[in-house]
């Protein structure tokens, strides 16, 4: 199923664009995709690049769980909510207010009172490594969720174009997979 979900996207971005060609029959928005051939190109690197980084901070992630507790690697990992708040401000000039800094504030309490009561008994099963790994894969979740909305999202806009990124999102994943399982 996973191959049928990256191949069919690929498939469908290198067509020709008269290939392409279908019966929206009145539904414009289901339109098939009709971009030149360097648009199409860009469409499957841009996917490779932000598949690549979605799936290496779940790689990281998942390193990291040999090397924490289960609830200081959950509470840590969700700081990825920082990360992202942090990101946006500096990189989407996005403005902090109320609800979002109350939201945060919230958030990294609730986060330091659970890692606070699981660490009571399990402090010497989070290595150095672990929480560094943990915490990058956070940032790096955050820096992916930035990103698509800097670069892809205005572009992905269509439910064919939302299908086709989503397809291309999994390539890195399939092709990766095999040599992460003899790891």
């Given at each position: 199923m996973a191959g049928y979900t990256v191949l069919l996207p690929i498939a469908w971005a290198t067509?020709?664009?008269?290939?392409?060609?279908?019966?929206?029959?009145g539904n414009e928005q289901c339109e098939p995709l009709r971009s030149p051939p360097s648009e199409r190109a860009l469409n499957v690197k841009n996917a490779a690049l932000f598949g690549s980084l979605y799936y290496t901070s779940g790689v990281?992630?998942?390193?990291?769980l040999r090397l924490t507790s289960l609830g200081v690697n959950t509470s840590l990992y969700n700081t990825q909510i920082v990360f992202t708040l942090l990101l946006s401000v500096a990189f989407l000039h996005e403005q902090l207010d109320d609800t979002k800094l109350a939201g945060t504030a919230l958030f990294i309490i609730g986060s330091w009172l659970l890692a606070l009561d699981v660490t009571r008994d399990t402090l010497s099963t989070n290595s150095p490594l672990g929480i560094f790994l943990v915490l990058t894969g956070a940032l790096l979740y955050g820096v992916y969720?930035?990103?698509?909305?800097?670069?892809?999202?205005?572009?992905v806009t269509t439910p064919d174009?939302?299908?086709l990124w989503t397809g291309l999102m999994g390539t890195p994943f399939v092709l990766l997979s095999p040599i992460l399982y003899i790891v």
């Open positions: 067509r020709p664009p008269d290939l392409q060609s279908g019966s929206s029959q990281v992630w998942m390193c990291s969720q930035v990103a698509y909305v800097k670069k892809i999202q205005p572009s174009r939302i299908l």
